[in-house]
């Protein structure tokens, strides 16, 4: 008995989506800010959460036990904000996440010469001892310097909660 293949029934995974997934998928598309990353659907109401630079304008920290994925977590948010021309510090006392942002900063450089990121990119890497940077908060020109001066002043005597200068400062 021979049997005709297009009369089968094909499998669900075979049958294009309905016409209601994919306006679902445009309008989605719809709400995405021009400058932002998903991170996933709300579970109430299924729209897109986005996490946009106007949300990391101080600090991003992402808590979680070990294992489940946080530094992919922040290098996916950090090489997104990173493509869009936005600047990032990163404080990893592991290293792992540095290497992988630094060598991925190395790479989009070639890529993308327009992000001047050879130009921009400060790596900081405490724990090799043989490349020390000095750093100086009051180096600046001498037009401000005497501002940086007072700025640091001010800085160390609320550190140490003293109402002025008078006297000493440290014992």
């Not at 709300?42 to 959460?49: A, I, M, R, Y």
């Not at 100086?136 to 001066?149: F, L």
Request: charged share 20%; proline share 6%.
């Amino acid at each position: 008995m021979a049997e005709n293949w297009d009369s089968l029934t094909r499998a669900r995974w075979q049958q294009p989506p309905p016409q209601a997934h994919w306006e679902k998928r445009l309008q989605q598309a719809r709400n995405i800010p021009p400058a932002g990353l998903l991170l996933g659907n709300n579970l109430t109401n299924s729209l897109p959460v986005f996490l946009t630079p106007k949300l990391l304008g101080t600090h991003l920290e992402v808590i979680g036990a070990t294992g489940t994925g946080k530094s992919f977590a922040m290098e996916a948010i950090l090489k997104s904000l990173i493509l869009q021309g936005f600047g990032v510090t990163v404080l990893d006392p592991h290293g792992d996440l540095y290497d992988r942002l630094l060598a991925f900063c190395a790479w989009l450089s070639l890529r993308k010469p327009d992000l001047k990121l050879a130009e921009r990119v400060v790596p900081l890497d405490f724990g090799d001892t043989n490349n020390v940077m000095g750093f100086n908060p009051i180096a600046r020109n001498g037009r401000v310097m005497t501002y940086q001066v007072v700025a640091l002043m001010e800085a160390i005597r609320k550190c140490f909660g003293s109402g002025s200068f008078q006297g000493q400062l440290f014992t």
